[in-house]
Each structure stands twice: as structure tokens, then as C-alpha cells.
């Protein structure tokens, strides 16, 4: 029986010296700031914060310069390189996606003004983040008459897949394959998770229609066009004609094609693509394909 009153007074003394543990520093503080002095607080990691600055919600898209000749008669291209800034897009071995892109629309813009006869446009010039809405608005406040969107894919660990593919609106995806893409895609108008747009599924689906009514058919011979004239010139995936419901793609009002130029994780195709001899190669047959639907375009 002698044994209780000496475990329950080391208990006590346990519950004591915890108490002392977390009410010392709070103690010492207290005195420190009664006495005047500052105790000097840690920097190290305060200043690893990312900061992303996001566009107002109905704020004025900021329009790029149109190139090329002054006439406004003349057709009008936008040319929309995917992802920039935070969003790299698909990652390689020592590739993203974002340059690539970037490179091969500016290689597409050059070869455009140096042929002449046709405006041009890049949503982006430079590593610029745009969310999806943007793009698009911004073709449809130039007055596009057509909007090209370069990507590259990724196949994950299945280093092997190759090939261009050419993406055209659909409210329904034409491959599980499509479908994963367009779920990719259009999470890039998220931070976190929460979305930027806000748009309802009501509106995205009158867009979706009105885009299928309105330009579908234009939209559809621009890709026919794109792999017709890259035969044999360009490498394409099996399947190079795909559709999804891509929010890039849905301006109601101007035929739009998504170019998906390869496969960031295969070495060939990004290496390939970042090159100047291929930047050179997609340049001549994506300018043909252009000249070609606006002057069937013109003859309509």
C-alpha cells in the first residue's frame, strides 16, 4: 500500500515537468517582450512562395500584334502554342511541352509573313501563362478567321508512342484516348483545383453546339487538309484524326484545330520537334495546308 502515494506523485511530477516543457518558451518570450527586446524570427523558407498572378474576372484580354500585311481583307491566323508560365504542359527527359510548342508556332508565324498574304497572330510570344478562355477569345476579338492550338502529348512511361495527331471539337470524345487528353487539357484552367472559368456545363454545352453548327465543317476540311499535305513529310500516330470536346477549341464562330505535334516522352519525336530542321518541316506543311483552305475558302 506505500507503493500508490509514490506512483501517483511521479506521475505529478511527470505532468510538471511536460507543463515546464511548453509553458518555458511562452515565459521567456513574454519577459523578452516586457523588456523591449525582439527575438529575431527564422527567414529560412519564407521566401519559397509561388505566386501566380490570375486575370480579374472580366478583365480586358490583353490582344497580341497582328503581322504580316496591313490589309484587313487579307485571311487572319492565331496561332495558339499551348501552356506557358507555372504550366509546363507534358514533360520529357529534358523536355516540356510548352517550348516546344512555342517553337514550332513561332516557325509556323515566320514562314506565314515571309510567304506573305496572310495575317498572323500568337496568343503568346513569350513563357506567358493564358487560361483556356483567353485563347480562344483572343481569335475571336482579332477577328480570326481560323485558330490553330500546337500541343505535344504525353504517353506516360510508354516511351515508344510516336506521332502527330489533329484534334477538332466534338461534345463527345472519339477515343477513350481523346477523352483522357481532353480531361488533361482542360485542367490547365485549374490551380489547386479550383477552376477559373466558372463557366456552367449549361453554357460550355450551347457552345459545344453552336461551335458544331457554325464551324464543324470548316474545322473538319482544315484537318483533312493538315494531314493530307503532311503525308509523308510529317509523322503521324495510326490515328491521326481525332475529336474531343476541348475547351480551347469551342469559339463558336471560328473554325479551330488542335495539332497534337507528338510525344514529349518519346526522346525521337521531341527531339525531332526541337529541332530546326523539323521546326522547319511542320512550318512549310501547316503553312500549305492554311493556303490552301482559305482559297477554298475564298471560292466558297
Do not use: C
Amino acid at each position: 500500500m506505500r507503493d500508490a502515494p509514490d506512483i501517483e506523485a511521479l506521475g505529478m511530477w511527470h505532468r510538471l515537468q511536460i507543463a515546464f516543457v511548453f509553458l518555458l518558451p511562452v515565459a521567456l518570450v513574454g519577459g523578452l517582450n516586457l523588456l523591449g527586446l525582439a527575438i529575431p524570427v527564422p527567414v529560412l523558407g519564407r521566401d519559397y512562395v509561388i505566386r501566380i498572378p490570375l486575370p480579374e474576372p472580366g478583365a480586358h484580354v490583353g490582344l497580341p500584334k497582328i503581322e504580316g500585311p496591313q490589309d484587313a481583307s487579307r485571311p487572319l491566323v492565331v496561332i495558339d502554342a499551348g501552356h506557358g508560365g507555372h504550366d509546363p504542359g507534358a514533360v520529357g527527359e529534358g523536355f516540356k511541352e510548352k517550348t516546344l510548342a512555342l517553337g514550332l508556332a513561332k516557325a509556323l508565324r515566320d514562314e506565314l509573313v515571309r510567304e506573305g498574304g496572310i495575317r498572323v497572330a500568337l496568343t503568346r510570344s513569350d513563357d506567358t501563362f493564358l487560361v483556356l478562355d483567353e485563347r480562344a477569345e483572343i481569335a475571336r476579338q482579332l477577328g480570326a478567321d481560323l485558330f490553330l492550338s500546337i500541343h505535344a502529348d504525353s504517353a506516360g512511361e510508354k516511351d515508344q508512342v510516336t506521332g502527330a495527331s489533329v484534334y477538332t471539337l466534338s461534345d463527345k470524345a472519339s477515343s477513350e484516348a481523346a477523352e483522357r487528353f481532353a480531361a488533361r487539357e482542360n485542367s490547365a484552367d485549374t490551380i489547386n483545383g479550383v477552376a477559373l472559368t466558372g463557366r456552367s456545363d449549361a453554357v460550355n454545352s450551347i457552345l459545344v453546339d453552336l461551335a458544331q453548327r457554325r464551324t464543324s465543317g470548316a474545322s473538319a476540311m482544315f484537318a483533312g487538309l493538315i494531314v493530307r499535305e503532311g503525308d509523308g513529310v510529317l509523322q503521324f500516330h495510326p490515328q491521326p484524326r481525332r475529336s474531343a470536346s476541348l475547351v480551347v477549341l469551342r469559339a463558336p464562330d471560328v473554325p479551330s484545330v488542335l495539332y497534337e505535334s507528338g510525344f514529349v516522352t518519346n526522346k525521337k519525336d521531341a527531339e525531332r520537334l526541337s529541332s530546326p530542321e523539323g521546326r522547319e518541316r511542320f512550318a512549310k506543311v501547316m503553312s500549305q495546308a492554311i493556303r490552301i483552305y482559305f482559297a477554298r475558302e475564298s471560292g466558297a
